[in-house]
Nanobody
Framework: EVQLQASGGGLVQPGGSLKLSCETS????????MSWVRQAPGKALESVAT????????SYIPSVKGRFTISKDDVKGTVYLQMNNLKTEDTGMYFC????????????????RGQGTQVTVSS
């Protein structure tokens, strides 16, 4: 059974940083790309960052590029999202998802995702 458990969210002021983690089980993340998707209040689910199965290739939506970094540890089976210089528009529920998911709107694409972690950016 595939399991994806995100953690590390919280309340942070604009300009602050958070590092999200996603513990996986039930599959070998070394053979899969991985992604972080978010659900902002009143908005559709979107992929914000994705990483190739072998690492070394990442893609981000324009609004987070240069501020967010996705990485994965295949040995630990864990995916990370380092978020710096957070902005109020980064507020939302963040989920990790299995596979390379092109950044942007999902347009009805079916994805495998686990429980999310809430990120709130507010002063």
């Amino acid at each position: 059974e595939v399991q994806l458990q995100a953690s590390g969210g919280g309340l942070v002021q604009p300009g602050g940083s958070l590092k999200l983690s996603c513990e996986t089980s039930g599959f070998n993340i070394g053979a899969w790309g991985m992604s972080w998707v978010r659900q902002a209040p009143g908005k559709a689910l979107e992929s914000v960052a994705t990483i190739h199965e072998r690492g070394g290739l990442e893609s981000y939506i324009p609004s987070v590029k240069g501020r967010f970094t996705i990485s994965k540890d295949d040995v630990k089976g864990t995916v990370y999202l380092q978020m710096n210089n957070l902005k109020t528009e980064d507020t939302g529920m963040y989920f990790c998802a299995k596979g390379w998911i092109q950044p942007g709107g999902l347009r009805g694409q079916q994805i495998t995702r686990g429980q999310g972690t809430q990120v709130t950016v507010s002063s």
